[in-house]
């Protein structure tokens, strides 16, 4: 998958928006197996109504809220196209739930919540904090 300047732009925006997040602590809550399934069953299952602010036929991205705060969902047509995705986005720091052809974006409180439901791996961006000099 190629990805276009705007699905480049789409995911710096959702890496921004983790950028909320502050430092990572150790969960030890039993993660549920990782979830799989469309963007709008996998939003139902973390109950949030999402708002789609990509619909393509590689990569489907919307914007929700929960009780537990607001995040990006996305899922994709391809294992390589998603880690393309996050590689990519990951450089804009913030913290990445990451299950099979699905990503949710958010903070760090928002992502250990959602994955409490969904199950996945978190996976951290890059810490430009530690670049300051």
Known sequence: MRLTRPMLAVAGAAAVLALTGCGSGGDTRKVPPTATGSLESLAAEVKCKPNMQTDADEIRQAICKNTDGRFILATFATDRGQREWINDAKD?????????????????????????????????????????G
């Not at 996945?120 to 300051?132: F, L, P, W, Y």
Request: no cysteine; net charge neutral.
């Open 92 to 132: 804009y720091g913030g913290y990445y739930l990451v299950g099979r052809k699905w990503v949710a974006v958010g903070d760090n409180g928002v992502v250990k919540a959602l994955r409490g439901t969904l199950g996945g791996d978190v996976e951290i961006g890059t810490d430009h904090h530690a670049h300051s």
